[in-house]
Every structure is written in structure tokens, then in C-alpha cells.
């Protein structure tokens, strides 16, 4: 039988290289122009504030690439993570006159905000893999139910954490080390591990199997049921570790908190070049996604060039042209 | 026994002054069930013209009210179906905005837009007699931001205040707190800024304080929120003063109309509420602890 | 006589790749023309460009001695070219009339004439004997009835080149046989017929004319007769063709490793029961839905199933697939396309999924990957680049890796359906050869099999079954043709009903290859 | 061997009947549930509004049943109807000096929703069909172009109908023939023909097949770009109908006009049992969608047992109340 050649094949690259730098391409372009239109764009302090507003959304993010690599979608996380910016600060606020303001009081902040985000994404999780509901359906559901769960709890007001735990927990958004605040430190954390879990952990080769074919996944004995019940869980817990950098900054959730975080996060995921369809996601593309999103606000407040009433539509514009410059990869579903 | 029903519409909180008013609303309505064993009430909140329309629809189909107290997401979508029901005989009960049409409403307890872009803008003129330069964050686009800023600019005419720029914080802290961030990164000297309302306030002096800037002397924030209140009360000079727009005026509407519907006393008319600058010499009368905003 | 179609010379490549080169052969009127050659040899690469489907990268395809160039595979049907992929080109979610009509709907105005399409369904699924329900979405359709059904459509369109990629791989014999009978009407009908198969004796059945090729060349194209299946066997593999199917060990097979008791599995499988020793190759024959699939899915946790099952001795619950790889139990699927493999992604992720958790901790280690590629490239003779899309690859190479991919996890128990399915004989061979290598060096191996042949050169040992029931089994010297059609058709229960049907045609045979010719 | 086993050969049934009923019954489930609660329920005016007010989100529904069931989506559609609401009325503003009020200037107003709906379908099915975006994000975009264009019109507040305008168009929303009012006539009209051409219909089973299985459809030589590109643009005409009948309502269209009509069309879509994947669509399926939405709101109006803070929540869970009724046939994406 005649030997095949394949010893001498190359190895073809994955993916057609547009999709690699289009969304770097629109970044630069992004940057380029802002540093035209303000020369405060580039500084220190400015970087420092797009970073640490985006480490929110892009802390969701890469939750919600994986679930999108698998195929799912969650469009509850904005509210999930006003519920339970809510849930921390109630909570909170009640220990506060037995633990005192102190470590105490904020590690029992933390560890409610990734029970309930763990809980949530595991409510959302069961319904769609062992209920079977369509995702889209589910996660619509929980977005109401937890948007007005948070507007009661606060009585159509605004939850405020106390004032003298505010100022001993501002630090955790405000501060960092070496001049890097911490939620850019989180985030890029979560970044580097969601990255490395994704395209080099079997659990990441699991997920885009799954969003690909799950049959196939299932045939290869892989427990599809598990791991996009995984995806979710592991999302509705980086929604808790956001909120967690989110509720420092103000101290106070209202039921304006997180509106229209969950439409941020899955643009930010497509722009970064992760199929919607599910089978494929790169959490770095993700990355730029959000800074993208972001940088467009920030270079719209820095100008008045444009009517403020019109931001929406420069967004729209960019969000579109950023896919542009990548399309070559998918065509529209 | 017939009781007479008393329906409230009211937008529903989607920001921090809205949710006052919801607050108050809600507290008026249970108060009054006790008070009056006679009038029951209905309450639904709408997000925006459309769904206020279609609660008024339902208010007069299924439970046909003798009273409607309604606090107008928009004008002019409003007054055709309430021009409506006062046709129909209903009591009507306007509040904060005016309907588009003369004489539709029995009672009109109005809140003045204009006049809270005045006072604020009076505000800063003394409080900057030598004028200087402001940032302006505004609310969600709406007829009644357009009218606060109109006032405003009104006030501040040729007193050498400029405003450097005006963006959306829509009534939302977060949004307030990330324009106020770009704001200062774009300007090296701002000389104060009128945040034309408490939860823009907030965002906005967290701002300030996390770039530890200096240059800016004070916020004007507006409709008095309570921490606000508090920190005028002691003298803070970040929040030199306050611009009253009560959210409380729904319970007086509410209030109003129930002693209408139960006795014959002439309660009927317009009673404006107007906005008053609250000062620390006169804030403890403005101070509602209780109050969720 | 002028050809109708002929290729002139054409090449085509795939980006750097080149995977035809210079083929040139003629098709003509009444004749039906089979295209062989092994695995990834440009078959259907061949065929998609005759119909239309692919443009050749150089050369002229000639209509009539006119050269013309199809844009769409619609130029090519307005000519009268119609082609049955060697996949399936069916929407699953559609019904079977949906499908048969797809772009070409009988209508009045813009509407559809339901009625009457329901009603030429069903003649033209009558004319290939197909029973499927017109409404039935065609996911729930058999592998077989899609055949058909793809068949069905495409005779449907009256054509004067009708062009069939391995149509047969998943037909039963009788199937096969209503398909060449529709092949020879046609053929009175000057209809010009070119199909390719891996399965020679119905090369030699039905072809007048056949096209030998090999590694994007032809190397043989002339009239059929005077042509053995081994000569063809040995031109399409370039080389010496030895025994099909390896000798059988006479040694007393080992001890027993896999006892099953009344397994269950709802509504397609009832109380299965049967040992399996280790180094034993046991085959499992039966009617196409007698529900083999079904009971060996369910014995691996692929669906639900009930049933008592001791692996080495010990009882073991199989919920799901994992708990069986963990007991060294695997199953190779009878379907590649859907359950097999990941058509978008790499050999690499596909070759390597299966066994991960296994291999790997946490993290992948892409260089042992790549690693266990290139053994699974050279063990299985895997042919296309490396860096293809997998469902680029060809059909057989596609099952090659299927197999590879299954044998990463290093199963005690191996189930295989319809392993050669798709397979050339040359590669064929060397699967029985790996099948019977497993076995000696302790593996037990099960073959889910249609085609007997197969079943009696490979196995020691043979399971019969028939309506999701074990009818019977039969070994060494008994595994006959004859026993096992008797067997899966109940005759030995039923003494005297529906005889003789068993044996009206030995299509299913796989070729002898050391019949003298 | 020469003949297949029968036994399994089953009959195939066309759907599990449960994604037949599921709704049905959870339609009826709310019917009782709001007749117990409020004896004027099913009092003529109460149906009258409920079934007017959803004629809006249902027009638009019925589109966006050919749009998923192609594979698409599009979450435009709440701007869209915004934007075109506003253009109407400047639009008709505008030529009252001209035409003076009576029929002419209704008919400009109605040729210009409708045009403008056709222009704005036609550049999200464009964009998605022939530049290949995903169309989450082309719709995502278009979004919010078209929101703050609206806002931009109005210059952030409202743009009003002339008042003696509205009183002359007012009829075409609150007067109808034989006691039924126009809104529900048109969507009726709208679900029997979109009914018939997407269950009958040689383009609906287009449709189906292109959300199915594109590439098959391609092979079989339909249209597959063209298809999708009609769906978008058909979506958009019926975005401009259903603002036809809007304006007349309210007179006025201001920047919260149509805000979440997308989440509720498609949530109505799919509660009616179209696959979200595309492939299957039901347009009687959506009816019932859009009634059980409708319902939901009506009736958390008849009572004040719940909080108004909490119906958000109510609504959510009835949604996914709703789908789990039809769960047997789809599992979650
Ligand atoms: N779209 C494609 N891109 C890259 N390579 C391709 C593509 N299609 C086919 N090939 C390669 O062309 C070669 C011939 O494929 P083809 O399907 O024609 O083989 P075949 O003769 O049909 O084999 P089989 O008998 O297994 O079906 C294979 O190596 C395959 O990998
Ligand atoms: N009603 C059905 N719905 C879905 N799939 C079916 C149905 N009937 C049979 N099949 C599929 O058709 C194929 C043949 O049926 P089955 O597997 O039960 O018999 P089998 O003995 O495995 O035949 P083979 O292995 O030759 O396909 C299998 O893939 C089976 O899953
Ligand atoms: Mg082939
Ligand atoms: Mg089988």
C-alpha cells in the first residue's frame, strides 16, 4: 500500500488569518484615533479608568465565552449581577453591627457574592441542560426575575452599603499594586487562566466539542450535559467575582445596576471572533472585544464632536465595523 | 358596601428620584387603605408611555376607577387617553407634568422642570459671582432634562459661567461616574459641576475624589436623596447645596384626590410644587431618614 | 458513439494541495461506468466536479464533445446531470417530502401542492421499495432509507447522467439489488450511469465500463468484461494482494470478560443476553434496524438501557459513555458523519478527543497530540493534509481516523459497527489484520456487521438478531451465509415461512480475494 | 440478507403533540387564572385592549417567526419601530402645511413607514446576507443606530403627532368595523397570511430549509442569501405596519418607544414553539406567544396581590412556565 505523504504536509493554519488580526486591527485603529482626539487619551490616568470600568463586562466576558464555545448563550448576567450586588450589600450591611467594619464583614461580602453567583448560574444551568429549555428562553426569564428581585429588595431605591464600610472597601476598585489597580489585576488574571483553560485544557477542548457537535461530544464520551451546565456555573460565578470589583466603587446597587451588561459582554465575545453558533471561542479575541466596546464610549466623551444623543449610533457603527474587518471567518447566521 | 376605586400610574423606578416617588406612592396607597375603608386603589408602574396607556386601559376595564392619579411618563402621548377618561367622568389627578391639553385634569399637583434649572442656576451664579467653567451631566433624554438645562442656561446667562460640556449620566450613578472620569481626564480645570440630580452627584464625586483632584470646588446635585441632605446638613463643601424636586409631591397628589373622592371639600385646582434650594441653614426641614432616596 | 461527458485533462487542488492530476475519461449513453480506487484516490473529488458541484482547477469537462463550464450545480442539472453525494444532502429537520421536492416544489401560484407531492413521494419511494412516511422528518429516518430516499430523489429528476457516490455503502444487499434493477432500466434508457463503490462484486455485477484510479490518476479506464475483482483489487492498491481476512487462531478462546443479561433498551433491543471471551472476535449479524446499533449503544451507555453487565467478573452500572471507557469498554459508532466526528475541527482535536481525559491531566500537551497523530497517520494510512478540516478528508480516510480515534483510549472491549463501512479493500485488509491483532494480544473485540462476508472471514464467533431479539448464534465451521440468513429472518423458528427469500442474491459478499480468476 | 427488520421501522410521528398543546394550554391556564381574578377579564373592552395593544408586538412577531425559522435574528426591531414612528411624524408634520389634515397626509405618513421599513430591513438582511456578519451583532448594531437616532430627531425628548392630525388619524387604533378594532384586524390579517405562506407556502418552506440546513438548500439550488435577505425585509415592512397602527395610539414616539419589543417578539416566537436554531416555524405558534406575553401583563394589572416591584419576576417565570410545557420537543441551545 503506497505510503501518504502526510509526513511532509504542513500544517495548515487553523483559521483564516483575517479573523486573527481583524479585531487587533480595529483596536489599534481605535486607539490611534483617540490619541488624535485628546492627547489625555493615552495617560496614565485615563487607561487606568477605561481598564478598571471594563474589568466588569470583561470579567462576565470570558465567563460568557465559554458558555457561547458551548453552544449556550445568558442574557441574565447584567441582572444577576445587580441581585447580587444587592444580596452583598444587604448582607453586609446586617453583619456589620456583629463583625464590626473590618476584614471580617468583607470576606462575608465576598463569600455571599460567589454563593449566590455559583447558585444563580447553576439555576440557569439546570433549566436549560437537565429541563431543557431553550437557553435564550431560561436566561430571559432569570434577566426579570432578578432585575425586579433587586428593585424590591431596595424598595425601588438604591441599596447603599454603610458608610464607614464603604470608605475600608473602596480601596479593592480603587487601589492596586505597582499602579495597577485591582480590578485590571483580576481581570487580567481571569483572562490568563480562562485563556489557557480554553485552548489548552481539556475542559476547554470539551466545551468547543460540545458547542461543535454534541452528539459527536457525547459519542466520544465526552458529558456534554456536565460541561455546559459547567460553562454556566463557572459564569455565574465570574458574574459574583464582577461584582465583587463592582460594588467598591459606589458601594450601592440599584435596579440600574448592570442594565445591559449581558448585550455588552456577548458583543464584546463576537467581536472577539468567538462563534455565536458555539464550537469555537478564544477568550484573548474576547479581551479585545471589551476594550473595543470600551474605548468607543471613552473616545466619545472625550470629543464633542458628535451629539451626545447620537453615541449610540457611533457605537452601533464601530461595533459593526469591527466584525467587518473579521467576517471572512463566519458568514451571518 | 360599593368601594370606590382610586387607580395610580406612576413610571416605574428607573432611576433613584423615580423610585422615591414609587416609595412614596406605595406607602400613601397602604396608608390610605387603612385610613379609608371605603377606597381601595391600584397601582401599576409603567417603563414607558406606551405600558402607562395600556395600565390606564386596563385601570378603567377591569377595575373601573372613579379616580385616576397619574404621574405622566411623556405629555403628549398621554393626553389623548386621559383627555379620555375625564371625558368619561373620571377624576383626574395630574401630576409633576403637565398634559399637553388645557383643563383636562380635576387636580394638577405640578412639579416645575424649568424652575429647577433656574434655582440651580441662580445656585451658581452667587455661588460663582466671578463666573467659571462647569461640566453638566444630564438625565436620561427626556422633555424634562431638556427643560431643567433650558432653565438653567437660562439662569446662568452672561453671569461668565461656561459650561464645557454637557453629557448623559442618565440619572444612573455608574453612567455619571464614568462621564465625570472622562470629563476629567478631557479638562485640566473644572471649577464645579452641576450634576442636576443626587444620584449623578454621587457617581460623579467618586470620581473626583478617585483622580484626587482639587481644581473642582463643588456638585449641585438635585431633588434632595437623604445622604445628600445629610451631607449639606454637615456642612460639606463638596455638596454646598441642594435643589428640591420632592418625590413626595405623588403622596400629596394621592392624598388629595382621596379626600376628594371620601368628602365634598373643594380640593380641586393646580398647586405647584415649586423647587427650593436647600441650604445648611435650612436642611434639617428637607431631612426624610426614612425615605429610601 | 460520441461520449455525453468526459473530463479532458483536468486537475484540481485544494489550496496548496494538488489531489487530481490529468484525468481524462469518457462516460457514454447507456452505459454504466464505475469509478474505483482507494480511500482519498479523488473519487468524489471527480464526481462533484462532473456534476457541477466543485470547479476542476484546470482541464475541460466536455457535454457532448462541447467543453462547457458548470457556474452551479443548477447549469449542471439543466443538462440533465444529477449526483447523489457520497454524504448525505438532506435537511434532517425537513420532512421526507420536503427533501424530495427541495427547490424544485410542485406549485400553483405561490403555493404548494402538499397533496400531490405526498402522493408522487410515495410512487417515487415505491419504485426503490422504501416504506419511509412522506411527513417523517428525516432524522428519524434509517442510514438506509436516507439512501434510498437520496435515491429515490435523484432517479425523480429524469436524467441523462446519473452520478452515485458510493451509493451502496449503506445499503443492505437487498437494497443494493432494487437499486441495480432502477440502474439497468435506466441503462435501457440511454441513461448514462457512473457510480463508485468500494464493494467489487458489484462492480463486477453491473459495470460495463470502469475507471481505475490512484492518487489523483487514472491508471485503468476500459470495458469491464475480462477484468476480475482481483485484478481491479490489486490496480486500485498498485500492489500484491494476499488473503482478505486473516487465518483464525485455532487456541481455545480465554476466559470470559463481558457477560450481558436480559439488557433492555426501550423500544428497539429486548433481553439481550450474551458472554464474550477475551482475545475473541464476535460478530453480531442481523437486518438492517434489527436494532444491533441500538443494543450495543445501549450496553455502552449511549442511551438508556436496562440489564445486568459483569465486565472481568465484577458487575458494573453503565449510565453513560464515560462509565464504560472507565470499564475499558468502547464503542465505534455506524455513523461518522453525525456521531463519529467533528467535521469542522482538525485530525488532531478529533483523533485525541476521545481518549483526553485519559492521556491528559488538565492541560493538553499539543506536541504529544501531534505525536499521537502521526502514529494514528501511519497505523491507520490516513491520507489528506494534515491541517484539513476533517470533513474535507475523504469518506474512508474520515472512517480510518474514526477508528483511530476510538483505539486512542486502548479499549479491553472494543465494539465496532460496520467498521469497514466506506473502507477500500486494500485498507479493508489491513483492518482485519489490526481487528485480529487486537484479539491475540487480549482484546476482545465485538463487529456489528451487514455484511456477511465479513462476519464469516473475520469472526470466531457469531450472534444473530432479529426484532431487537438474539435469535441464535453460531460458530467456527457454521458460520454460514445460508445459517445466518436463516437465523435473522426467524426461518428457524418459523419453519417454511418466507424460505428462499434468504439467498436471492449474494451482493452483501465482500470479495474473496483469493478466488482464482 | 434481503429485507429489513419492520419492528423498528416506527411510525414517525410529525412533532411530539406536547409542543402542539404546551401552548395552548398555557393560554388557556392564564384565561382561567384571569377570569378567577377580575369578573371583567373577559369583558369585551378588557379583550379589546389586551388584543389591540398586542397587535404592535404581534405584527412584528409574525416577521420575526420567518426570520428565526430561516436561522437569523434580529433585535433591531424595538428602534426600528421607534425610529420609524418619529420619521412618520416629522415626516407628517412637515407636509401638513401642504396637504392640510384629512387622508393625504395619513397616506404619506403610511407610505413612509412602510418604505422606511423595507430600507431598514433590507440593510440588516444586506449586511448579514451579503457582508456575512453574524447577525447578533449587524442587529445589535442597527439597534442602537436606530434608538439614537430617534432620540436625535426629537433632540431627547418627544416628537408629537399635530393635535388635529391625531384626532383625525386616532380611529385607525381605536375604531375598527363590527365592534373589532383595526389593530386586530390587521394582525389577524397579517397571522392568516403568514400562516399560510410559511406553512403552505413554496417561499416559507424555502425559509425552513436555508434555517435547517443552509448549505443542502444551496445544493438544491435555492436562494439561500436571497431567502434570508427577504425574511429581514419582510420583517422590516411589518416593523413599519405595525408602527401604522402605532402612532395613531399615542401621537408621539420618543426614545422609550418600542424599548425591549425585540426580547418580547422573539420570546413569543420561540414560547410559540419555533425552533431558535431555525428549521421550524409556526406563525399560529407565535400568536399564541404573544397572547400569553400579553396576558401575563393584563393580568398582574387586575390585581395588587403582588408587588409592582415583582412583576418582572412574575413575568420570567411564566415565560419559562410557558416553555416547559413544550419542553419534550426541543433541548436547551
Ligand atoms: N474541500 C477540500 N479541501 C481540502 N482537501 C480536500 C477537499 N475535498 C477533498 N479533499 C482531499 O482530496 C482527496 C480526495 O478526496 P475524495 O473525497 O475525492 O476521495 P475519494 O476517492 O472519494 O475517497 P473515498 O473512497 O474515501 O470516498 C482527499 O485527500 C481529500 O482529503
Ligand atoms: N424510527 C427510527 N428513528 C430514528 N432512527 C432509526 C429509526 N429506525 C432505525 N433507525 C436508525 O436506523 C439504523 C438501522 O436501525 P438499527 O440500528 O436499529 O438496526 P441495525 O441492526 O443497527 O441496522 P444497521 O446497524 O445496519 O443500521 C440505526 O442507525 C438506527 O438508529
Ligand atoms: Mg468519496
Ligand atoms: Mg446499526
Known amino acids: 500500500m503506497t505510503q501518504t505523504d502526510t509526513a511532509t504536509a504542513r500544517p495548515a493554519r487553523r483559521l483564516p488569518p483575517m479573523t486573527v488580526i481583524g479585531p487587533v486591527v480595529a483596536l489599534i485603529a481605535l486607539i490611534v484615533i483617540g490619541a488624535m482626539l485628546n492627547p489625555n487619551f493615552l495617560g496614565y490616568a485615563n487607561l487606568t479608568n477605561v481598564l478598571s470600568r471594563s474589568a466588569f463586562i470583561g470579567i462576565i466576558a470570558v465567563g460568557m465565552t465559554f458558555v457561547i464555545t458551548a453552544g449556550g448563550l445568558d442574557l441574565s448576567v447584567g441582572s444577576m449581577a445587580a441581585f ?224 451626545p444623543y447620537l453615541n449610540g449610533a457611533v457605537q452601533g457603527v464601530m461595533i459593526i465595523l469591527a466584525v467587518i474587518l473579521q467576517r471572512g471567518a463566519k458568514t451571518g447566521k | 358596601q360599593d368601594t370606590t376605586v382610586i387607580g395610580v400610574s406612576i413610571p416605574a423606578a428607573t432611576h433613584g428620584w423615580a423610585g422615591g416617588m414609587n416609595y412614596h406612592a406605595q406607602a400613601t396607597v397602604d396608608r390610605l387603605e387603612e385610613v379609608y375603608p371605603q377606597l381601595d386603589f391600584v397601582l401599576a408602574t409603567a417603563s414607558n408611555a406606551a405600558e402607562q396607556v395600556n395600565d390606564i386601559e386596563d385601570m378603567v376595564a377591569t377595575r373601573d376607577i372613579a379616580a385616576l392619579v397619574v404621574l405622566p411618563f411623556e405629555s403628549e402621548p398621554l393626553t389623548g387617553p386621559v383627555q379620555a377618561l375625564s371625558e368619561s367622568g373620571i377624576w383626574i389627578t395630574v401630576v409633576d407634568r403637565g398634559l399637553s391639553v388645557e383643563g383636562i385634569e380635576d387636580l394638577y399637583v405640578a412639579g416645575d422642570n424649568p424652575g429647577f434649572g433656574r434655582v440651580s442656576g441662580e445656585f451658581f451664579t452667587q455661588a460663582m459671582p466671578d463666573g467659571g467653567q462647569i461640566v453638566v451631566l444630564r438625565g436620561i433624554p427626556t422633555t424634562i432634562d431638556n427643560e431643567r438645562l433650558a432653565g438653567f442656561e437660562e439662569a446662568i446667562e452672561g453671569s461668565g459661567i461656561e459650561i464645557l460640556a454637557a453629557e448623559h449620566g442618565n440619572w444612573n450613578r455608574d453612567d455619571s461616574f464614568t462621564v465625570m472620569q472622562d470629563f476629567l481626564s478631557r479638562y485640566p480645570q473644572i471649577d464645579a459641576v452641576w450634576a442636576s440630580d443626587d444620584d449623578m452627584a454621587i457617581g460623579a464625586m467618586a470620581a473626583i475624589d478617585a483622580a484626587g483632584r482639587d481644581d473642582i470646588q463643588f456638585v449641585l446635585g438635585g431633588a434632595g436623596m437623604k445622604e445628600m441632605i445629610q451631607r449639606t446638613m454637615e456642612g460639606d463643601e463638596m455638596v454646598p447645596a441642594n435643589v428640591t424636586y420632592p418625590p413626595a409631591m405623588i403622596a400629596t397628589a394621592i392624598e388629595m384626590t382621596a379626600v376628594g373622592m371620601t368628602s365634598n371639600a373643594p380640593v380641586s385646582g393646580t398647586f405647584t410644587i415649586g423647587s427650593v434650594l436647600i441650604t445648611p441653614e435650612n436642611a434639617e426641614q428637607y431631612y426624610y431618614p426614612d425615605s429610601p432616596f | ?62 457535454l457532448n464533445d462541447a467543453a462547457v463550464t458548470f457556474d452551479t450545480m443548477r447549469d449542471a442539472e439543466e443538462q440533465g446531470i444529477v449526483m447523489i ?114 464493494k467489487l462484486d458489484e462492480v463486477k455485477a453491473i459495470a460495463d465500463r470502469v475507471t481505475i484510479m490512484r492518487d489523483g490518476k487514472v491508471v485503468f479506464s476500459g470495458p469491464a468484461e475480462g477484468l476480475s475483482e482481483h485484478d481491479m483489487a490489486e490496480a486500485m492498491v498498485g500492489r500484491e494482494l494476499s488473503d482478505l481476512y486473516p487465518a483464525r487462531p485455532e487456541t481455545v478462546p480465554g476466559e470470559v470478560v463481558l457477560r450481558v443479561r436480559d439488557l433492555d433498551v426501550p423500544g428497539h433491543a429486548r433481553d439481550i443476553g450474551f458472554e464474550l471471551h477475551r482475545g475473541e472476535i464476535l460478530g453480531i449479524a442481523g437486518l438492517v434496524g434489527s436494532g444491533r446499533t441500538e443494543a450495543m449503544e445501549g450496553l455502552c451507555g ?39 466526528l467533528l467535521l469542522d475541527k482538525s485530525m488532531r482535536e478529533n483523533v485525541t478527543l476521545q481518549a483526553l481525559p485519559r492521556r491528559a491531566g488538565m492541560m493538553i500537551d499539543r506536541a504529544g497530540e501531534e505525536r499521537i497523530l502521526d502514529e494514528a497517520i501511519r497505523d491507520f494510512d490516513i491520507r489528506g493534509a494534515r491541517g484539513v478540516r476533517v470533513g474535507n478528508l475523504s469518506g474512508g480516510n474520515q472512517q480510518k481516523l474514526l477508528l483511530a480515534k476510538v483505539m486512542q483510549s486502548e479499549p479491553r472491549i472494543l465494539v465496532t459497527d460496520e467498521p469497514t463501512r466506506g473502507i477500500d479493500i486494500g485498507t479493508k485488509q489491513q483492518i482485519y489484520r489490526f481487528l485480529r491483532g487486537l484479539a491475540d494480544r487480549g482484546t476482545s473485540v465485538i463487529v456489528v456487521s451487514s455484511e456477511m462476508q465479513e462476519l464469516i472471514g473475520l469472526c470466531d464467533r457469531v450472534l444473530v438478531m432479529r426484532l431487537g431479539r438474539i435469535t441464535g448464534q453460531l460458530a467456527g465451521r457454521d458460520i454460514t451465509e445460508r445459517g445466518i440468513v436463516r437465523l435473522a429472518m426467524g426461518i428457524a423458528q418459523e419453519p417454511g415461512s418466507r424460505t428462499g427469500q434468504g439467498d436471492v442474491t449474494p451482493a452483501s459478499n465482500t470479495i474473496d480475494a483469493d478466488r482464482p480468476t
Chains 1, 4 share one sequence.
Open chain 1, 84 to 307: 447580587i450586588a444587592g444580596l452583598m450589600i444587604v448582607v453586609m450591611n446586617a453583619a456589620l453591627p456583629v463583625l464590626g467594619v473590618g476584614l471580617p464583614v468583607i470576606l462575608l461580602g465576598v463569600a455571599t457574592a460567589l454563593i449566590a453567583g455559583l447558585i444563580a448560574g447553576l439555576i440557569n444551568g439546570l433549566l436549560i441542560t437537565k429541563v431543557g429549555i431553550e437557553a435564550f428562553i431560561v436566561t430571559l426569564g432569570t434577566m426579570g426575575i432578578y432585575r425586579s428581585l433587586v428593585t424590591w429588595m431596595a424598595d425601588g431605591g438604591t441599596l447603599s452599603l454603610d458608610f464607614g464600610l464603604r470608605t475600608f472597601y473602596r480601596p479593592v476598585y480603587y487601589d492596586g499594586i505597582l499602579g495597577i489597580s485591582w480590578p485590571i489585576i483580576v481581570f487580567a488574571l481571569c483572562v490568563i487562566v480562562g485563556e489557557i483553560f480554553l485552548s489548552r485544557g481539556v475542559f476547554g477542548r470539551h466545551v468547543a466539542a460540545t458547542g461543535a457537535n454534541a452528539e459527536v461530544a457525547h459519542y466520544s464520551s465526552v458529558n456534554t450535559t456536565r460541561v455546559r451546565l459547567a460553562t454556566y456555573v463557572l459564569l455565574g460565578l465570574l458574574v459574583g467575582v464582577a461584582t465583587i470589583m463592582y460594588v467598591p466603587r459606589l458601594g450601592s446597587a440599584s435596579q440600574t445596576t448592570g442594565i445591559l451588561w449581558e448585550l455588552e459582554a456577548i458583543a464584546a465575545v463576537i467581536i472577539g471572533g468567538t462563534y455565536l453558533k458555539g464550537g469555537f471561542g478564544r477568550v484573548w479575541g474576547t479581551v479585545i472585544g471589551v476594550l473595543i466596546l470600551s474605548l468607543i464610549e471613552n473616545i466619545l466623551n472625550l470629543t464633542d464632536h458628535v451629539s
Open chain 3, 85 to 198: 453525494h457520497q454524504e448525505f444532502n438532506l435537511a434532517e429537520l425537513l420532512t421526507v417530502e420536503q427533501n424530495m421536492f427541495l427547490g424544485r416544489e410542485l406549485r400553483r401560484g405561490p403555493f404548494l401542492r402538499g397533496a400531490e407531492m405526498q402522493r408522487q413521494t410515495r410512487e417515487h419511494l415505491a419504485r426503490v421499495e422504501c416504506h419511509a412516511d412522506p411527513r417523517a422528518p428525516v432524522q428519524e429516518l434509517s442510514n438506509s432509507d436516507k439512501q434510498m430516499l437520496e435515491i429515490a430523489k435523484a432517479l425523480s429528476r429524469d436524467a441523462r447522467v446519473l452520478i452515485m457516490d458510493e451509493p451502496t455503502a449503506v445499503l443492505t444487499s437487498n437494497e443494493t439489488e432494487i437499486l441495480f434493477q432502477q440502474v439497468r432500466a435506466l441503462r435501457e434508457r440511454g441513461t448514462a450511469v457512473m457510480f463508485t463503490s468500494h
Open chain 3, 302 to 340: 449511549l442511551r438508556p438501557a436496562t440489564g445486568a453487565v459483569e465486565i472481568e467478573g465484577e458487575p458494573v452500572t453503565i449510565r453513560r459513555p464515560s462509565d464504560a471507557l472507565d470499564r475499558g469498554l468502547c464503542y465505534l459508532t455506524e455513523d461518522r458523519k453525525t456521531r463519529g
Open chain 3, 1 to 62: 458513439m460520441t461520449p455525453i461527458l468526459a473530463l479532458d485533462d483536468v486537475s484540481k487542488h485544494f489550496g496548496p494541495v494538488e489531489v487530481l492530476h490529468g484525468l481524462s475519461f469518457a462516460l457514454y449513453p447507456g452505459e454504466v461506468h464505475a469509478l474505483i480506487g482507494e480511500n482519498g484516490a479523488g473519487k468524489s473529488t471527480t464526481m462533484k466536479i462532473l456534476a457541477g458541484y466543485q470547479p476542476a482547477s484546470s482541464g475541460r469537462i466536455l
